[in-house]
Nanobody, 129 residues
Framework: QVQLVDSGGGLIQPGGSVRLSCVVS????????IGWFRQAPGKEYEGVSWMTNSDGRTHYANSVKGRFTISKDNAKNTIYLQMDNLKPEDTAVYYCAADPKNRLVLWSIQGGHRYLDIWGQGTPVTVSS
């Protein structure tokens, strides 16, 4: 059974850090493109960071580049999103997602998330003092 279980969110002060985790079952982390979307209150889904299966290359939205780092542990079949120097505008529900068809464009276009079928349940991150 294909499943993603994400966790690690919470209330963080501006400038702080948090690490999200996504435990994968039913496939391996190096077989699909996998990464993170977020949805802020009243806003559309945004692709935050994703990792291609073919070469492990990482990709980031401009809004998080230099502050967030995606990584994976193949032995634990888990991916992570290290989030540093958090800002109030990073407040959102963060979702782990995967694409067996490895369509990279879906992560960076508006509405691309609608074509993905494998999702975690979401973990909320609130950045506030």
């Amino acid at each position: 059974q294909v499943q993603l279980v994400d966790s690690g969110g919470g209330l963080i002060q501006p400038g702080g850090s948090v690490r999200l985790s996504c435990v994968v079952s039913g496939f391996t982390t190096d077989s699909y493109t996998i990464g993170w979307f977020r949805q802020a209150p009243g806003k559309e889904y945004e692709g935050v960071s994703w990792m291609t299966n073919s070469d492990g290359r990482t990709h980031y939205a401009n809004s998080v580049k230099g502050r967030f780092t995606i990584s994976k542990d193949n032995a634990k079949n888990t991916i992570y999103l290290q989030m540093d120097n958090l800002k109030p505008e990073d407040t959102a529900v963060y979702y782990c997602a995967a694409d067996p068809k490895n369509r990279l464009v879906l992560w960076s276009i508006q509405g691309g998330h609608r074509y993905l079928d494998i999702w975690g349940q979401g973990t909320p991150v609130t950045v506030s003092s």
